[in-house]
Nanobody, 115 residues
Framework: QVQLVESGGDLVQPGGSLRLSCAAS????????MGWYRQAPGKQRELVAR???????NYADSVKGRFTISRDNAKKTVYLQMNSLRPEDTAVYYC?????????WGQGTQVTVSS
């Protein structure tokens, strides 16, 4: 059974930092491309950052220079380091894993940026 379990979401003030983690089980982690998506109330889910199995990364323009995605294949975990957080970063953040037609999602973790 495939499981993606996110953690690290919290309430943080503007300008603050958070690190999200996504622990995977039930997949051969190192061959999967991993990503973080987010969905704010009333908006569509959007890609935040993605890291492919080979390690290359890509980011949404809105988070470039502030967020960093990384992976630890030994721990089967993907991370999202979020710095200089803004109120518009408030959303539920979801972990995603993809390999071919296999596409899995976590349950999401809430990030709220507010003073």
């Amino acid at each position: 059974q495939v499981q993606l379990v996110e953690s690290g979401g919290d309430l943080v003030q503007p300008g603050g930092s958070l690190r999200l983690s996504c622990a995977a089980s039930g997949i051969i982690f190192n061959i999967f491309d991993m990503g973080w998506y987010r969905q704010a109330p009333g908006k569509q889910r959007e890609l935040v950052a993605r890291i492919i199995s080979g390690g290359n990364t890509n980011y949404a323009d809105s988070v470039k220079g502030r967020f960093t995605i990384s992976r630890d294949n030994a721990k089967k975990t993907v991370y999202l380091q979020m710095n200089s957080l803004r109120p518009e970063d408030t959303a539920v953040y979801y972990c995603n894993s993809q390999f071919g037609r296999r596409d899995y999602w976590g349950q999401g973790t809430q990030v709220t940026v507010s003073s």
